[in-house]
């Protein structure tokens, strides 16, 4: 495949962000009665599978920059989602646990949650899902093997968030 450079919407890098903004959208449209993102609810699901975990596992867990992700969890624990209870080996350490409303909310938002994968690939005929799906992970695995050298570490953060210079990036969703 030729690709010019005036032919941004042939970029494979132009579908996949177009299939992101999809994702968000359609995440937003069948969770819109809990007011969830996708990052909080993967967030959520991760401290509901592995309790106890600190913040920067957390972080490492969902793939999200270590400096952005405590404003994600502030606003689990400001809607009473999860809490931060203190280590009790390292009191300066903050290990994170679902709450039994998060841990509802989880059992109630599942069915919305696998919907949005179901319309997601819904486009697609039945026959094609299971490969684009395998697809995404080969490229994923891939990239995560080889992400120390070949991703610089200030473009995942700008991308997730933060700027080289720590400055926040402008607003998105978290």
Request: aromatic residues 6%; proline residues 6%; glycine residues 4%.
């Amino acid at each position: 495949m030729k690709i010019s450079p005036a032919e941004i919407e042939n970029y494979p890098g132009y579908f996949i962000r177009r299939l992101q903004q999809m994702a968000v959208a359609l995440f937003a449209d069948e969770v819109q009665d809990w007011g969830i993102t996708p990052v909080q609810y993967a967030a959520l699901s991760a401290v509901s599978r592995h309790p106890g975990m600190d913040q920067r596992t957390l972080a490492q867990q969902i793939h999200f920059d270590t400096s952005t992700i405590g404003s994600v969890i502030d606003r689990l624990e400001a809607r009473a989602w999860l809490e931060r209870r203190l280590s009790p080996q390292d009191r300066r350490v903050r290990l994170l646990h679902a709450t039994p409303e998060g841990l509802a909310l989880l059992r109630k938002a599942e069915p919305a949650v696998l919907r949005v994968q179901q319309r997601i690939l819904a486009p697609l005929p039945a026959g094609q899902r299971t490969q684009f799906v395998q697809s995404m992970m080969a490229l994923v695995a891939a990239w995560d093997a080889d992400a120390a050298s070949e991703v610089p570490a200030s473009a995942l953060a700008d991308v997730q968030g933060t700027r080289k210079r720590g400055r926040p990036a402008r607003a998105r969703s978290s």
